[in-house]
């Protein structure tokens, strides 16, 4: 398996460097230079897998230059030992809809899932090669605590994670920042995601700041997270789908990487119908595949912050398969975006995407309503993030059966649920200590110059 970059189709990068690196070096976004492709004889082998069976053998497809399947093995059992539910995610109906529970890991959040994957994959190849990172990555809340799980008093490791001050919820914060390691750095940022995230581009970008520090990046445009992520697609599609009929997913979505798991795992054959891209206010996405036009605005702060983003980095993604990997085209609109702050898609590869995709944008007053409702009629306690996935699957007159990810639990939006259901969602047993435990953060100002000095004196 060979990766390439959506700004340059030419060069080949293999796993490990797609892994290390995370962006490419001509600021493209790496993709696999074929996806592989199962039967749909292949598919039924796989329909009996448990979760674990299944995550080695999709994942070993994208990684076997690199790790063997003893090495794939390993990651995974290590990987989910510790989650609450034997089979990593957990399904159930509420009414026609099918909530694919992807919180059980240690943070309560889906990115746990591909998170400790990264963590011990970053362990093996560490060890490997003798050398030593240092973590850089901006959260919209849940990203920052599901990489310090997974990178927590790891050796030749250190993580340094910028959130939004004042931008997350207190339950967020504390996951990040109640963890006692001393491998792990939490910055407050006086600013919003978007900039956060942009400091991060910007020090990479740096190339000389970025090799002194050995920096790499675990920001949902690792392909390694969205490898671990088509996992999910595959299992639930199995426990859902009775006949080999197509499905539909509605994915909450902000950076565009859950969502476009799910598009591979269609690539890769699985009979997918729809994918629908949920949004909250900030509709980036919804209004780019209306209108053709991309073009972020002013990020509005909403009751489902992880999605509190108007880049939708792995976007680009798509535009490089939907142009049938033009990587030259890639490169044009990317630069109409720096430019102009905004680039256009052509009619036809806007109608392609249509085939596979809807989108619905989901209000604020919409997302608090289904959040009480889902709660009255089902008696299930839902966070706001799979309260928008809810609302934009409820859009469409869907005639397949439809998955919607549950990305969240609902104690990590505690105040929005509690206010919502007039319930207090509990946090599980083993968690409840984070609410009570010392913080420790550094509370910097929004300047890159500061922020980097501060990673660059504390680097490992
Ligand atoms: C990160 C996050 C999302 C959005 O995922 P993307 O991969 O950025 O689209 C949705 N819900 C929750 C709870 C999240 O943490």
Excluded at 154 to 179: A, D, G
Excluded at 294 to 321: C, G, W
Aim: hydrophobic share 40%; glycine share 4%; with cysteine.
């Amino acid at each position: 398996m060979e990766y390439i970059s959506t700004r340059n189709k030419e060069k080949v990068f293999s796993f490990r460097d797609v892994f290390l690196k995370g962006l490419a070096p001509d600021g493209g976004l790496f993709v696999p230079k074929k996806i592989p492709f199962f039967t749909s004889k292949e598919l039924t082998n796989y329909k009996s897998f448990s979760y674990n069976e299944l995550a080695i053998e999709i994942i070993l497809k994208f990684c076997k230059n690199e790790f063997n399947k003893e090495d794939i093995k390993e990651i995974i059992n290590k990987s989910y030992k510790d989650f609450r539910v034997k089979n990593v995610v957990e399904i159930k109906k509420i009414g026609n809809l099918n909530l694919l529970e992807l919180f059980h890991g240690p943070t309560l959040a889906f990115k746990d899932i591909a998170m400790q994957v990264i963590g011990n994959m970053y362990e093996i190849i560490l060890k490997r090669n003798n050398s030593k990172i240092n973590i850089v990555v901006a959260t919209s809340g849940d990203t920052g605590a599901a990489a310090i799980s997974a990178i927590k008093d790891r050796s030749n490791i250190k993580i340094f994670v910028l959130h939004p001050e004042n931008k997350i919820t207190e339950v967020q914060r504390k996951f990040m920042t109640t963890v006692n390691s001393n491998n792990v750095f939490n910055i407050a940022v006086a600013s919003n995601f978007d900039d956060c995230q942009n400091f991060v581009k910007s020090m990479f970008a740096d190339k000389k700041f970025s090799t002194s520090i050995n920096m790499s990046g675990v920001n949902s445009i690792n392909w390694a997270r969205i490898m671990a992520q088509i996992i999910y697609y595959f299992y639930s599609y199995f426990k859902v789908s009775k006949n080999g009929e197509k499905i539909n997913f509605s994915v909450p979505t902000g950076n565009f990487g859950d969502i476009y798991a799910g598009y591979i795992a269609k690539k890769m054959g699985l009979p997918i119908d729809k994918l629908i891209i949920a949004t909250n206010s900030n509709d980036i996405l919804k209004r780019a595949i209306k209108s053709g036009i991309y073009k972020p605005l002013k990020v509005q702060h909403t009751v489902s912050p992880s999605m509190d983003i108007q880049v939708a980095s792995n976007f680009e993604r798509l535009i490089f398969d939907a142009y049938s990997n033009d990587s030259d085209k890639v490169l044009k609109l990317m630069g109409n975006l720096d430019k102009h702050g905004e680039f256009k898609l052509e009619k036809n590869i806007l109608e392609k995407i249509k085939d596979s995709f809807f989108s619905a944008s989901i209000t604020e007053k919409e997302t608090k309503d289904i959040i009480k409702e889902t709660y009255k009629n089902y008696e299930v306690l839902i966070d706001p993030h799979t309260a928008v996935a809810i609302g934009a699957a409820k859009k469409f007159k869907l005639k397949n059966k439809t998955v919607v990810l549950s990305t969240a639990h609902s104690a990590k939006f505690f105040d929005v649920v509690l206010s919502e259901t007039k319930i207090k969602p509990e946090l599980p047993k083993n968690l409840k200590t984070i609410l009570v435990k010392q913080e420790k953060f550094e509370k910097l100002p929004n300047e890159l110059k500061k922020i980097k000095s501060y990673i660059f004196d504390r680097s490992g």
